[in-house]
C-alpha cells in the first residue's frame, strides 16, 4: 500500500530561506536605522515634555502651583522651580516684594487730548460748559460741592496663597481691578464726611491716611493677601468752572485766618507783657468772679487767690508796678512813721515855746531849700529900690548855668582821670 503524504495541519514545514538580495537588505537596514532615531528622537521629546515646565522665579515674586486646578499650599521662593507638564500643573508667580502703583480717574474731570500732562493751572473751563456724568468724575461733599480728585494707590501682595485663592487672581491685573472698587467706594463715603474745602486744602493728609485704613480694614475682611502701603491725592481741586471764586474765597479766608493769627500772637504777647506767664490763669479767675464764683470756690476764696497770685507770681508790667507800688507803700509808711516819731518828739518842745521851735523849723526848712539842686538864688543890693525878674528865667543866665555844670562835670573827670594815672614810686615799689 503506498503512504500519502502527512497533511495534517499543525505539522510544522521547514522552510529553507533563501538569503535577500543586495536591494532587499539595504532597505531593511534603512528601516532599522529609522526606528532607532524615531526612538531617540521621542526620547529627547520625552524629556522636553517632562521639563517644560521649568521657570525662573525672580527675586521680587513668589510662585504657587496649580495641580488640575488644585492649589498646592507650598509657596516657591526665587530660583528655578520645576513642576508636572501643563495641563497638569501651573506655576503663577505673583510680585510680593514688589510694589505696585495704580492710577485712578475716576473722581476727576476729563481731559482733552491736548490737556493730558497739562497742570490745572493751564486748564480752563467757562461757565456755560457743564459736567458731563459720563465723562466727568467727582465727588459729592458733605455741604453738597464737588471736589475732583485723582488717586494713587501703592500696594502689596504679601500672602500669595490668600490671594490666589480669594481673589482667583492669576496676576496683578486681579488686585488692581478690586482696589479700584474700593477706592471708588471708600472715597464716595468718606467725601460725604468732608467739605469741598476740606478735601482740597485743610485735611489733604487726614484724607490720605483715612482712605489707606478703610481700604486695609476691606482688604483684611476679605482676606485678600492685599496690603495699601500708600494712598496719594493729585491736584485735588473744585470744578474748573468755579475754581476762581474759589480760590479768590480761600484768599479771603486765608487773610482771615492771618489776622486772627496776629490778633491772637499780639494778645498773648501784651498779655505775657502785662502779667507774663501767669496772665492765663488771671483771666481765668476773673472770668470766675465774674460769673459770682464757681461750685468749688467762692467769691471770698477766688478773691483770695486772686491778691495771692498778684503779690507772689505775676511778672510783667503788672507785677513790676505791684512791686513798685508795694516799695511805695513801705516807703510812704516809713516816712509816716518818722513823721509820727518827730511829732511826738517835738510837741513837748513846742508845748513850752512853740515860737522859738517854729522858727527854728522855718531857718531849717528855707536851708534845706536854698541847698536844693535847680534852685536859682538872686542877691539884692542894700537900698535897691528896683528889683525884676524874668519869669521865665532868662535864656542867657540858662546858658551861663549850663556852661558852669559843664565845666564843672569836665573838671571832676579830669580829677578821676589824673588819679588813675598816677603811678606809686619808691624803694618800697620797685
Known amino acids: 500500500m503506498d503512504h500519502q503524504p502527512d497533511e495534517h495541519p499543525h505539522r510544522t514545514l521547514q522552510v529553507a530561506e533563501e538569503p535577500l538580495d543586495a536591494a532587499s537588505q539595504s532597505l531593511a537596514d534603512a528601516l532599522r536605522a529609522s526606528f532607532s532615531v524615531l526612538k531617540g ?216 485766618e492771618q489776622r486772627i493769627r496776629a490778633a491772637e500772637k499780639e494778645r498773648t504777647k501784651i498779655l505775657s507783657e502785662a502779667a507774663g506767664a501767669s496772665h492765663q490763669r488771671l483771666i481765668r479767675l476773673f472770668e470766675q468772679l465774674d460769673r459770682g464764683g ?39 509808711v516809713s516816712q509816716m512813721e518818722s513823721d509820727v516819731g518827730l511829732y511826738r518828739t517835738l510837741l513837748p518842745e513846742y508845748t513850752r515855746n512853740p515860737t522859738v521851735l517854729i522858727g527854728r523849723l522855718w531857718e531849717e526848712t528855707k536851708q534845706q531849700i536854698f541847698e536844693s539842686p535847680g534852685v536859682t538864688k538872686f542877691l539884692r543890693p542894700p537900698g535897691l529900690r528896683e528889683f525884676r525878674l524874668k519869669i521865665p528865667l532868662d535864656p542867657e543866665q540858662t546858658r551861663i548855668e549850663e556852661a558852669q555844670r559843664l565845666r564843672k562835670e569836665k573838671f571832676e573827670e579830669s580829677k578821676v582821670r589824673r588819679r588813675e594815672r598816677l603811678v606809686p614810686v619808691g624803694p618800697e615799689y620797685d
Do not use: C
Open 294 to 332: 464757681t461750685e468749688e470756690k467762692s467769691v471770698d476764696k477766688l478773691r483770695e487767690e486772686l491778691d495771692q497770685l498778684l503779690v507772689e507770681e505775676v511778672e510783667g508790667e503788672a507785677g513790676t508796678r505791684i512791686k513798685e507800688a508795694s516799695a511805695y507803700r513801705a516807703t510812704v
Open 41 to 256: 528622537i521621542m526620547l529627547v521629546l520625552l524629556v522636553l515634555y517632562l521639563f517644560s515646565n521649568v521657570r525662573s522665579i525672580e527675586s521680587h515674586e513668589e510662585a504657587l502651583i496649580l495641580r488640575l486646578g488644585g492649589l498646592r499650599r507650598v509657596v516657591e521662593r526665587p530660583g528655578l522651580v520645576w513642576a508636572l507638564p501643563y495641563p497638569i500643573d501651573e506655576i503663577v508667580p505673583l510680585p510680593t516684594k514688589k510694589s505696585n502703583d495704580l492710577l485712578i480717574d475716576s473722581h476727576t474731570f476729563h481731559r482733552s487730548e491736548n490737556e493730558i500732562g497739562k497742570p490745572l493751572s493751564f486748564i480752563s473751563r467757562g461757565y456755560d460748559q457743564g459736567l458731563n456724568p459720563s465723562l466727568d468724575g467727582a465727588l459729592l461733599t458733605a455741604d453738597t460741592g464737588l471736589a475732583h480728585v485723582q488717586w494713587k494707590v501703592t500696594y502689596k501682595i504679601n500672602d500669595v496663597s490668600s490671594y490666589i485663592t480669594q481673589i482667583r487672581g492669576g496676576s496683578v491685573e486681579a488686585a488692581d481691578r478690586l482696589i479700584r472698587v474700593l477706592v471708588e467706594t471708600v472715597a464716595v463715603q468718606l467725601a460725604s464726611e468732608l467739605t469741598a474745602e476740606q478735601i482740597i486744602r485743610t485735611r489733604i493728609d487726614y484724607v490720605q491716611s483715612q482712605m489707606k485704613r478703610r481700604i486695609n480694614e476691606r482688604l483684611a475682611t476679605l482676606n485678600s493677601g492685599v496690603d495699601v502701603t500708600l494712598v496719594e491725592m493729585y491736584e485735588p481741586t473744585p470744578p474748573l468752572q468755579v475754581r476762581n471764586v474759589f480760590d479768590a474765597t480761600q484768599r479771603a479766608e486765608n487773610r482771615q
